[in-house]
C-alpha cells in the first residue's frame, strides 16, 4: 500500500477546511465510508444459506436490512470520527478525512450521526422487531467501542468481531431463517483474523508514531499480533473444514458437496496473509477486497458455488 507522502495537516483542524469542486454534501457522504459498506454483505448469508435467495420478500428484507446497517455504521463511523478527530490528525492517512481535517464541522456531523441513527433504527424495526433489536445492539455496542472498548486491549478486537456477528445475525432475523451455530463461530474467527491483520497494520504503518496515534497499539506488538493471527487462522480453516463435512450441514441440505468448497476460504485467507506481510495491506479490508482482484474473485466464486450446491436442482 502506498504510504502518504502529504504535509501533516493543522492541529487546530482547520487546515484544510475546504477542498475546491466538493460541497459539504458529499464530506458528508465520504464520511459514511460508502466503500466500507462491503463489510455489511455478512446480511445476505441468512439469505444465502437459510436457502431464501429465490423468495422475494426475503430477499428485499435482506434488502432493506443490508441498508440499516450501511446507516448504521455511517452513525459509527461520524461518531468515531467525531471522537478521534484530534488523533487522526496525527495519522498519515486518516488526517485527510473531512471531520479530522475540519472540511466537515463536528455540528454538522453530529445532527447527520443523530438523523441517521433515528431513522435506521425506525426503518429497521419497520422490518421486524427482532431485527430492530438486534441493529440497536450493534449501534449501542459500536459507540461504547469508539469511547471505551477500543482502549482496552484483547477486548478492542473481539468487539470488532461481534460486530461482523450481529450483521449475520441481523440478516438471518431479518428473513425469519435459524441462526445456525456454525454461522456464528465461522463469521467471529474470519472477523477475529481481520480485525487482527488490521492492527498489525497499522503498528507497521505508524512504527514509532501507533502510540501517538492511538495509545492501544503499545500494548501489541507484530510478534503478538502474529502470534493471534496463527492461531485464529487455523481456527477458521478447520471451523469451516469441520462445518462443510459435518452430518448436521449435510441433512439439511441434502448434500455432502460443501466440501469442494473449502479452497477458496483456504486461498482467500492465504491470499490476505500475503497482502499484510508482502504488500503492506490489512489497513482497509473492504479496500483490499474491492482492489484486489485475486481475492474478490474468490469471495465471489465461493458465493457462487455455495449457491451452486445448496440450490442445485434435486
Given at each position: 500500500?502506498?504510504?502518504?507522502?502529504?504535509?501533516?495537516?493543522?492541529?487546530?483542524?482547520?487546515?484544510?477546511?475546504?477542498?475546491?469542486?466538493?460541497?459539504?454534501?458529499?464530506?458528508?457522504?465520504?464520511?459514511?465510508?460508502?466503500?466500507?459498506?462491503?463489510?455489511?454483505?455478512?446480511?445476505?448469508?441468512?439469505?444465502?444459506?437459510?436457502?431464501?435467495?429465490?423468495?422475494l420478500p426475503s430477499v428485499l428484507d435482506a434488502v432493506s436490512g443490508f441498508a440499516v446497517f450501511c446507516a448504521l455504521s455511517g452513525v459509527v463511523y461520524l461518531v468515531n470520527d467525531v471522537a478521534d478527530r484530534d488523533s487522526d490528525r496525527r495519522h498519515p492517512l486518516k488526517?485527510?478525512?473531512?471531520?479530522?481535517?475540519?472540511?466537515?464541522?463536528?455540528?454538522?456531523?453530529?445532527?447527520?450521526?443523530?438523523?441517521?441513527?433515528?431513522?435506521?433504527?425506525?426503518?429497521?424495526?419497520?422490518?421486524?422487531?427482532?431485527?430492530?433489536?438486534?441493529?440497536?445492539?450493534?449501534?449501542?455496542?459500536?459507540?461504547?467501542?469508539?469511547?471505551?472498548?477500543?482502549?482496552?486491549?484483547?477486548?478492542?478486537?473481539?468487539?470488532?468481531?461481534?460486530?461482523?456477528?450481529?450483521?449475520?445475525?441481523?440478516?438471518?432475523?431479518?428473513?425469519?431463517?435459524?441462526?445456525?451455530?456454525?454461522?456464528?463461530?465461522?463469521?467471529?474467527?474470519?472477523?477475529?483474523?481481520?480485525?487482527?491483520?488490521?492492527?498489525?497494520?497499522?503498528?507497521?504503518?505508524?512504527?514509532?508514531?501507533?502510540?501517538?496515534?492511538?495509545?492501544?497499539?503499545?500494548?501489541?506488538?507484530?510478534?503478538?499480533?502474529?502470534?493471534?493471527?496463527?492461531?485464529?487462522?487455523?481456527?477458521?480453516?478447520?471451523?469451516?473444514?469441520?462445518?462443510?463435512?459435518?452430518?448436521?450441514?449435510?441433512?439439511?441440505?441434502?448434500?455432502?458437496?460443501?466440501?469442494?468448497?473449502?479452497?477458496?476460504?483456504?486461498?482467500?485467507?492465504?491470499?490476505?496473509?500475503?497482502?499484510?506481510?508482502?504488500r503492506e495491506g490489512g489497513g482497509s479490508p473492504a479496500d483490499l477486497l474491492l482492489t484486489d482482484r485475486p481475492l474478490l474473485a474468490c469471495v465471489a466464486l465461493w458465493a457462487l458455488t455455495v449457491a451452486v450446491i445448496i440450490y442445485r436442482p434435486v
Open positions: 500500500m502506498a504510504r502518504s507522502t502529504a504535509s501533516p495537516v493543522a492541529t487546530s483542524g482547520t487546515g484544510d477546511h475546504a477542498v475546491p469542486g466538493r460541497s459539504l454534501a458529499l464530506h458528508l457522504l465520504l464520511s459514511l465510508r460508502p466503500a466500507q459498506w462491503s463489510k455489511n454483505l455478512l446480511v445476505f448469508a441468512g439469505l444465502l444459506f437459510g436457502r431464501r435467495l429465490f423468495d488526517r485527510h478525512r473531512p471531520i479530522a481535517s475540519g472540511a466537515l464541522p463536528v455540528p454538522v456531523a453530529t445532527a447527520a450521526a443523530l438523523a441517521l441513527g433515528a431513522g435506521g433504527l425506525a426503518a429497521a424495526y419497520a422490518i421486524t422487531p427482532p431485527f430492530a433489536g438486534v441493529a440497536a445492539a450493534y449501534l449501542a455496542l459500536q459507540i461504547i467501542y469508539s469511547f471505551a472498548l477500543k482502549h482496552i486491549v484483547i477486548i478492542d478486537v473481539l468487539t470488532i468481531a461481534i460486530g461482523f456477528v450481529l450483521r449475520a445475525v441481523g440478516g438471518a432475523v431479518a428473513v425469519r431463517v435459524e441462526i445456525g451455530h456454525w454461522l456464528l463461530v465461522c463469521t467471529i474467527l474470519l472477523a477475529l483474523f481481520i480485525a487482527l491483520a488490521k492492527r498489525r497494520h497499522e503498528i507497521v504503518l505508524l512504527a514509532d508514531g501507533a502510540v501517538g496515534h492511538r495509545p492501544i497499539l503499545g500494548e501489541y506488538s507484530p510478534y503478538l499480533l502474529d502470534q493471534m493471527i496463527g492461531v485464529v487462522t487455523a481456527s477458521t480453516l478447520i471451523s469451516y473444514i469441520f462445518y462443510t463435512i459435518s452430518p448436521e450441514t449435510q441433512a439439511k441440505f441434502g448434500t455432502a458437496w460443501l466440501g469442494l468448497t473449502i479452497p477458496f476460504p483456504l486461498y482467500g485467507i492465504f491470499r490476505y496473509l500475503y497482502l499484510v506481510h508482502q
